[in-house]
Structures are given as structure tokens and as C-alpha cells.
Nanobody
Framework: QVQLVEAGGGLVQPGGSLRLSCAASGRTFSSYAMGWFRQAPGKEREFVAG????????VFADSVKGRFTISRDNAKNTVYLQMNSLKPEDTAVYSC???????????????WGQGTQVTVSS
């Protein structure tokens, strides 16, 4: 059974940082690219970041480029999203996802965790 469990969300002031984690099980973790998506109230889910199976290639949405980084630890079956210089518009539920990575693009499979809430507000 595929399971993705996100953690690390919370309330942070603008300009602050958070580190999200996603623990994966039910699949051979190192065989899959991983990604992060987010969904704000009243908006569609949007891509945030993706990372290749080995972790040597990454891709980011333009809105987070230079502020967010994605990494993975295949020994721990965990993917991370380090978020710096947070803005109010980053407020959303963040979810991780299995997928594929090809030619600098991330393609998600339809496996989603419950997500973790990130709120950026003063």
C-alpha cells in the first residue's frame, strides 16, 4: 500500500523558513522521482518542485525558484522541501508525490499524501 506522510508545516512570519518532510512507503523509493505540490484555498493544485530518483537533478516552479530547495534521502525513504524567504502567497497545503523526471520536467503519478498546512502571516 502506497503511503506518503508529510510533516513540518506550521505558521511562520513572512521572510521566515520551514522544512517539510515526506516519508514514503509501499514503493521502492529510489525507483521514483519525487515532487512537491501545493494547493491554496479556492485554487487548483500547483507544482512546486521535483527531484530525480538519484537526487542529482531538480526542477522548480518559477514562483519558488531561488527560495526553495528539494532534497531526498533514499536510505530514509524521505524527501524534503526547504522553504526560505517565505511570502504570504506561499500559504497552502503542501503535498508530496511519486512521479517521473525527464528532460528537466517532473510528471506526477496519482499518489498523494494528506498534506501539511503552511501559513505565512504576520
Amino acid at each position: 500500500q502506497v503511503q506518503l506522510v508529510e510533516a513540518g508545516g506550521g505558521l511562520v512570519q513572512p521572510g521566515g523558513s520551514l522544512r517539510l518532510s515526506c516519508a514514503a512507503s509501499g514503493r521502492t523509493f529510489s525507483s521514483y522521482a519525487m515532487g512537491w505540490f501545493r494547493q491554496a484555498p479556492g485554487k487548483e493544485r500547483e507544482f512546486v518542485a521535483g527531484i530525480s530518483r538519484s537526487g542529482d537533478s531538480t526542477v522548480f516552479a518559477d514562483s519558488v525558484k531561488g527560495r526553495f530547495t528539494i532534497s531526498r534521502d533514499n536510505a530514509k525513504n524521505t524527501v524534503y522541501l526547504q522553504m526560505n524567504s517565505l511570502k504570504p502567497e506561499d500559504t497552502a497545503v503542501y503535498s508530496c508525490n511519486y512521479g517521473t523526471y525527464s528532460n528537466g520536467n517532473y510528471y506526477p503519478y496519482d499518489y498523494w499524501g494528506q498534506g501539511t498546512q503552511v501559513t505565512v502571516s504576520s
